[in-house]
């Protein structure tokens, strides 16, 4: 089955204390992306990657870390996470940049900071 | 800068009844427009998307959109409304010119909260 997954689905963790959040698709697609939905702003973009080892910011890349070294897989890292950063996030995947534009998205990484 | 707006935060409709989920947006240049359902709980799902040709689009679950490019409008459409189309729904935009620089963005509305009720 064609999906994006992602771990872990909820974590409650305190300021400062590093963690990772795990994306992993299994459509060998090109294209990956990390957003964050919080209520009454919709999703914004944090990063992306057009392929591996290529990454860029995205609209809101504060406090955020990413890494594709492997075309499957692109984690989201905080270093140092803070109380702002609690939030929903998504990953999604789609073929390429030059595609329609359609995103498979995770079933979502609830996070809070204390 | 490309831009959605969602003008209502929930639309509430009985069942039977049409349906319509308003979508505005800005690009410089041509647009890309899609719309993504998100259920309790879980991640977007994609229902529909326009890229050129017919300005009447159909998508999944009986869910059609209407471009309008004289008005920048893209609204979501449904001829009959189920409970089961109780949701949340993000219309979306990417500009057709900027197909490699900033990748595959979307810029996403803020969402609109369909209710269904019997």
């Known amino acids: 089955e064609a999906q994006v997954t992602q771990n872990p689905r909820y974590l409650i963790t305190v300021t400062g204390k590093k963690l990772t959040v795990t994306c992993s698709q299994n459509?060998?697609?090109?294209?990956m992306s990390w957003y964050r939905q919080d209520p009454g702003l919709g999703l914004r973009q944090i990063y992306y990657?057009?392929?591996?080892?290529?990454?860029d910011k995205g609209d809101v890349p504060e406090g955020y870390k990413v890494s594709r070294k492997e075309k499957r897989n692109f984690p989201l890292i905080l270093e140092s996470p803070s109380p702002n950063q609690t939030s929903l996030y998504f990953c999604?995947?789609?073929?390429?940049?030059?595609?329609?534009?359609?995103?498979?998205f995770g079933e979502g990484s609830r996070l809070t900071v204390l | 800068a490309q831009s959605v707006a969602q003008p209502e935060d929930q639309v509430n409709v009985a069942e039977g009844n049409p349906l319509t989920v308003k979508c505005t947006y800005s690009?410089?240049?041509?647009?890309?427009l899609f719309w993504y359902v998100q259920y309790p709980n879980r991640g977007l799902q994609f229902l529909l998307k326009?890229?050129?040709?017919?300005?009447l689009v159909k998508g999944s679950y009986g869910f059609e959109a209407e471009f309008n490019k004289s008005q920048t409008s893209f609204h979501l459409k449904k001829p009959s409304a189920l409970v089961s189309d109780s949701a949340l729904y993000f219309c979306?935009?990417?500009?057709?010119?900027?197909?490699?620089?900033?990748?595959?963005?979307?810029?996403f509305g803020t969402g609109t909260q369909l209710k269904v009720e019997l």
């Open positions: 326009y890229i050129t040709g017919d300005n």
């Open positions: 999604a995947s789609s073929r390429g940049i030059a595609n329609t534009g359609e995103l498979f």
């Open positions: 990657s057009m392929n591996v080892e290529v990454t």
């Open positions: 979306a935009v990417r500009d057709m010119r900027k197909l490699t620089g900033g990748g595959n963005k979307l810029t």
């Open positions: 459509m060998n697609h090109e294209y």
């Open positions: 690009v410089s240049g041509n647009p890309y």
